[in-house]
């Protein structure tokens, strides 16, 4: 038995050794050659995979602000207050448990579902072409947002306005926690993640999708998100119009622009691979 094991292994590494490769390189072969066989895999890796990294980005953003010298202290609640005065704390004068709850359930979960659900749907219906725009969108959503998030901090209504509650961070310290993943200071706002992002699916959803049910539902949500951010304490009504203003430059963008964003992006990879290729031969 152990002789057999042997002689595989010797054969393996012959193989190996014969062509050139090494086991990491033969890797990366297959998955190429296998996501160039499934269009629905390589039509929307990349994208995905930039989302992955502007998520990253956003947890390292206390170390890049250090690292360019932004200074702690910077922040311009002030321009807000100047902008709108306390305009966004009328919201809170019908303020009942029940909404709260119910916001905090949409800010939180509602949110999430929405932006998951949308792209679990088109990886069910292996709609590439969706999953493209959705994914072009997502990512340029972040890659405006995160720019303003380091060199224009503004904190969230409720540290800033006298007359508003807290009324998400109130509800329970984990939550709190869970904030910090995004944003560590409280000084995300402008302009808003949550208005920008939920739009932008709700629009895809309602072109690029048939069911009248899923339509309505993210219309409810969308509608509910936007309240929300108000409501619980969060943001300004300039973050909503910055994040409403986002997310239509976004949808335009990936849906008018695809087919060529989609080109180069895969020219850029096959040209990489070829370039990796011709170092090993």
Same mark, same amino acid.
């Given at each position: 038995?152990?002789?057999?094991?042997?002689?595989?292994?010797?054969?393996?590494?012959?193989?190996?050794?014969?062509?050139?490769?090494?086991?990491?390189?033969?890797?990366?072969?297959?998955?190429? #050659?296998?996501?160039?066989? #499934?269009?629905?895999?390589?039509?929307?890796?990349?994208?995905?995979?930039?989302?992955t990294i502007v998520f990253g980005l956003m947890t390292l953003q206390i170390?890049?602000?250090?690292?360019?010298?932004?200074?702690?202290?910077?922040?311009? %609640?002030?321009?807000?207050?100047?902008?709108?005065?306390?305009?966004?704390?009328?919201?809170?004068?019908?303020?009942?448990?029940?909404?709260?709850?119910?916001?905090?359930?949409?800010?939180?979960?509602g949110f999430s579902v929405l932006l998951m659900g949308t792209f679990l749907?088109?990886?069910?219906?292996?709609?590439?072409?969706?999953?493209?725009?959705?994914?072009?969108?997502?990512?340029?959503?972040?890659?405006? %947002?995160?720019?303003?998030?380091?060199?224009?901090?503004?904190?969230?209504?409720?540290?800033?306005?006298?007359?508003? %509650?807290?009324?998400?961070?109130?509800?329970?310290?984990?939550?709190?926690?869970?904030? #910090?993943?995004?944003?560590?200071?409280?000084?995300?706002?402008?302009?808003?993640?949550? %208005?920008?992002?939920?739009?932008?699916?709700?629009?895809?959803?309602? +072109?690029?999708?048939?069911?009248?049910?899923?339509?309505?539902?993210?219309?409810?949500?969308?509608?509910?998100?936007?309240? +929300?951010?108000?409501?619980?304490?969060?943001?300004?009504?300039?973050?909503?119009?910055?994040?409403?203003m986002l997310a239509f430059t976004s949808y335009y963008v990936a849906t008018?622009?695809?087919?060529?964003?989609?080109?180069?992006?895969?020219?850029?990879?096959?040209?990489?691979?070829?370039?990796?290729?011709?170092?090993?031969?």
């Amino acid at each position: 038995m152990n002789s057999k094991n042997e002689e595989n292994n010797i054969l393996e590494r012959a193989a190996i050794d014969i062509e050139g490769r090494t086991v990491r390189q033969r890797w990366q072969e297959m998955l190429y #050659h296998r996501a160039y066989d #499934h269009p629905l895999i390589s039509n929307y890796q990349p994208y995905a995979l930039a989302a992955t990294i502007v998520f990253g980005l956003m947890t390292l953003q206390i170390d890049i602000e250090q690292y360019i010298g932004i200074n702690p202290s910077l922040n311009y %609640a002030d321009v807000m207050v100047m902008i709108e005065g306390n305009a966004v704390t009328y919201i809170q004068a019908f303020a009942t448990p029940w909404l709260t709850y119910f916001s905090a359930f949409i800010y939180l979960i509602g949110f999430s579902v929405l932006l998951m659900g949308t792209f679990l749907i088109f990886v069910y219906k292996k709609d590439a072409k969706s999953l493209q725009e959705f994914s072009i969108a997502f990512t340029l959503i972040y890659l405006v %947002a995160y720019p303003f998030y380091i060199l224009f901090p503004v904190s969230v209504t409720s540290n800033t306005l006298p007359n508003m %509650a807290p009324l998400l961070y109130g509800l329970d310290p984990s939550i709190v926690k869970i904030v #910090h993943i995004c944003d560590p200071t409280l000084d995300n706002c402008f302009p808003s993640l949550h %208005a920008a992002l939920s739009l932008m699916a709700m629009l895809i959803i309602l +072109t690029r999708t048939e069911n009248l049910r899923l339509k309505a539902l993210a219309v409810f949500t969308t509608i509910s998100v936007q309240f +929300t951010i108000l409501y619980l304490g969060i943001h300004w009504i300039t973050d909503l119009i910055g994040g409403i203003m986002l997310a239509f430059t976004s949808y335009y963008v990936a849906t008018r622009y695809r087919e060529l964003i989609v080109t180069r992006s895969e020219k850029l990879i096959a040209g990489r691979y070829e370039n990796e290729e011709g170092k090993r031969s």
